[in-house]
């Protein structure tokens, strides 16, 4: 019972241009979504979130967009930086607190100079 | 300074031995967990604790045991390896309260179980 999914395991973009990942979810109880980032060899390290009563929440060059109706959300990097090349990975949380985070499979982007 | 420290980073053992995984964390969080990344990538969680109180057991084998002496570590004690534990393990950590569950992970353990 996959409830978090990440349907490209891999994307490539060129520098300057705009990188979209994407996660679908199947839990409608999710409250919280985070994106999480992944270098070889270290662990993931926290990059962007957004809530249920939001559709968008913006970081310097990261966006991530919600689509609460179609269980949806995408992380959009403009402009995308060859540092950005990494593994991806959408995570979902119930609620805020010590609640456990449910993870999608990740997406590798790679951005190419 | 590290926040989420483990040790070891790798970890190879023949089936059948016990080994153990340690994490400590100086952020002054509360809630400390472990994951567990398979061969097929997926980040799964297996445990989490609140100021040293089990509160998530995700049907793991009763061979893995956490152990939290105190809110800034909590080690994994695994029994009886098996080739099917051959994973990379991470401790994480967040402070109970927070908004979205930041939470900030180790580096990882590697396991591999010949």
């Known amino acids: 019972d996959q409830q978090v999914k990440q349907n490209s395991p891999s994307l490539s973009v060129q520098e300057g241009r705009i990188s979209i990942l994407n996660c679908d979810y199947t839990?409608?109880?999710?409250?919280?979504f985070l994106w999480y980032k992944k270098y070889p060899a270290e662990g993931p390290t926290f990059l962007i979130s957004?809530?249920?009563?939001?559709d968008k929440n913006e970081d310097g060059r990261f966006t991530v967009f919600l689509n609460k109706s179609a269980k949806h959300l995408s992380l959009h990097i403009v402009p995308s930086q060859p540092g950005d090349s990494a593994v991806y990975f959408c995570?979902?949380?119930?609620?805020?607190?010590?609640?456990?985070?449910?993870f999608g499979k990740g997406t590798k982007l790679t951005v190419n100079p | 300074d590290t926040a989420v420290s483990q040790t070891p980073k790798y970890l190879v053992t023949q089936m059948g031995n016990d080994k153990s995984i340690k994490c400590e964390q100086n952020?002054?969080?509360?809630?400390m967990y472990w994951y567990k990344q398979d061969s097929k990538k997926f980040l799964k969680i297996m445990f989490s604790?609140?100021?040293?109180?089990?509160?998530i057991n995700e049907t793991v084998p009763n061979r893995f045991s956490p152990k939290s002496p105190d809110k800034a570590h909590l080690n994994l004690h695994i029994n009886s390896l098996e080739l099917g534990d051959s994973a990379v393990y991470f401790c994480a950590s967040s402070q109970e309260g927070a908004i979205y569950n930041e939470q900030f992970f180790g580096p990882g353990t590697r396991l591999t179980v010949l």
């Open positions: 952020l002054g969080h509360d809630t």
């Open positions: 604790y609140n100021n040293k109180e089990l509160i």
């Open positions: 995570a979902a949380s119930t609620q805020g607190g010590s609640e456990k985070l449910v």
């Open positions: 957004i809530s249920s009563i939001k």
């Open positions: 839990n409608s109880m999710f409250d919280y």
